[in-house]
């Protein structure tokens, strides 16, 4: 029997669409869903075979029900399908209901009892979906008038505008803690006393245990004084908070556990507690750093 669309199209079509609502469902950060849960694929395996298991049903009942009909209804089924859209019984039938219009072999229950010079006028119906449209304006602008020149809600500028500085607020905040935007590179030392407080409150809860609480070095060495094993200055230091020091020395990599910024500001405290002479400091370890002087670049 034939349908407008063929089944294997209705299949892939119903398939992407079920696709689609699952991606856009399922939060799955920048991955795709069936990337990042593997159960999403069997979903989907589960949801094609459902899709064709149902065609074949619908196909198979369809057949069953075809065999069952007797030739004369056979033959009305056939001549149905062969119909043009425009002649289909429903399609006739949508439109009459959209329309309303009066068959022209009653015309003239319609006509106006008036006739100028043999000219004619017929009553026609408004047709309903031009009648509900002009409702539908109706009713629409009662509304708009009431929202925004009674109630004052935003036109298309102040609504640009509020979202615009919803933007700003966003990109601030995205600045605060954003994971990337800081790198050995790019780093530079803080000498702000309020973030050389919150380096000392990191230093002293994450590294104190190894470097003592003032920095004069136990298990790890001592980093107030000119010597570093790993190089000095705020860009070293960065990068081996970051990445960690030499393996199996003790030294972990602080990524993940430190944001950029926070490691920036401890490594800050750090350099802030050069030529501090702590009691009884661990010998130094490594060679004498020397900050070298900028290049024309970094100048500038
Ligand atoms: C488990 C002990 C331990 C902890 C905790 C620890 N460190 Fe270390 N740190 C070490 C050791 C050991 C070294 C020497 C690494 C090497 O020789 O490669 C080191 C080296 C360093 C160096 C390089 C010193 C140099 O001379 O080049 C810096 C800077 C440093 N640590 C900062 C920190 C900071 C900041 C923290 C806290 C966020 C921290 N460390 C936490 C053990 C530790």
């Given at each position: 029997m034939?349908k407008?669309?063929?089944a294997?199209?209705r299949?892939?079509?119903?398939?992407f669409?079920?696709?689609?609502l699952?991606e856009?469902f399922?939060?799955s950060?920048d991955?795709p869903?069936f990337?990042?849960?593997?159960?999403v694929?069997l979903?989907l395996?589960?949801?094609?075979v459902?899709?064709v298991a149902?065609?074949?049903?619908?196909k198979?009942a369809?057949?069953i029900?075809?065999?069952?009909?007797?030739?004369?209804?056979k033959?009305?089924?056939?001549?149905?399908?062969?119909?043009?859209l425009?002649?289909?019984p429903?399609f006739k039938?949508?439109?009459?209901?959209l329309?309303?219009?009066?068959?022209i072999?009653n015309e003239?229950?319609?006509l106006l009892?008036?006739?100028y010079d043999?000219i004619?006028?017929?009553d026609?119906?408004?047709p309903?979906?031009?009648?509900?449209s002009?409702y539908?304006?109706?009713?629409?602008?009662a509304i708009y008038?009431v929202?925004f020149e009674?109630m004052g809600?935003d036109?298309?500028?102040?609504?640009l505008?509020k979202?615009l500085?919803?933007a700003?607020?966003e990109?601030?905040?995205?600045?605060?803690?954003?994971?990337?935007?800081m790198?050995e590179?790019s780093v530079t030392?803080?000498t702000?006393?309020?973030?050389?407080?919150?380096?000392k409150?990191?230093?002293e809860?994450?590294?104190a245990?190894?470097h003592?609480?003032?920095?004069?070095g136990?298990i790890?060495?001592?980093?107030?004084?000119?010597?570093?094993?790993l190089g000095?200055g705020?860009?070293?230091?960065?990068?081996?908070?970051n990445?960690?020091g030499?393996?199996?020395?003790g030294?972990?990599?602080?990524?993940g556990?430190?944001k950029?910024?926070?490691i920036q500001?401890?490594a800050s405290?750090?350099m802030s507690?050069?030529?501090?002479n702590?009691k009884d400091?661990?010998?130094?370890d490594?060679d004498?750093?020397?900050e070298?002087?900028p290049s024309?670049?970094?100048?500038k």
């Amino acid at each position: 029997m034939k349908k407008i669309i063929p089944a294997y199209l209705r299949v892939i079509a119903l398939f992407f669409i079920i696709f689609g609502l699952i991606e856009y469902f399922i939060d799955s950060g920048d991955r795709p869903a069936f990337i990042k849960f593997p159960m999403v694929n069997l979903i989907l395996l589960v949801v094609l075979v459902l899709l064709v298991a149902i065609e074949a049903v619908v196909k198979a009942a369809d057949n069953i029900v075809y065999q069952l009909l007797s030739e004369e209804e056979k033959a009305k089924l056939a001549a149905d399908e062969n119909l043009k859209l425009t002649e289909k019984p429903w399609f006739k039938k949508l439109m009459s209901k959209l329309t309303r219009t009066v068959p022209i072999e009653n015309e003239a229950s319609l006509l106006l009892n008036h006739d100028y010079d043999g000219i004619k006028e017929l009553d026609n119906n408004l047709p309903p979906w031009w009648v509900y449209s002009f409702y539908a304006c109706i009713i629409f602008s009662a509304i708009y008038l009431v929202r925004f020149e009674i109630m004052g809600a935003d036109n298309q500028e102040m609504e640009l505008k509020k979202e615009l500085a919803q933007a700003k607020i966003e990109v601030a905040e995205y600045m605060k803690n954003a994971p990337d935007l800081m790198d050995e590179k790019s780093v530079t030392q803080l000498t702000e006393p309020a973030d050389l407080a919150i380096g000392k409150t990191l230093f002293e809860n994450n590294c104190a245990a190894c470097h003592r609480a003032d920095a004069g070095g136990q298990i790890g060495p001592n980093l107030t004084d000119d010597h570093w094993i790993l190089g000095g200055g705020i860009k070293n230091i960065f990068l081996t908070i970051n990445n960690g020091g030499r393996d199996g020395k003790g030294m972990i990599s602080w990524k993940g556990t430190l944001k950029p910024k926070e490691i920036q500001k401890v490594a800050s405290y750090i350099m802030s507690l050069k030529g501090s002479n702590p009691k009884d400091a661990k010998a130094p370890d490594g060679d004498i750093w020397e900050e070298e002087t900028p290049s024309v670049a970094e100048a500038k």
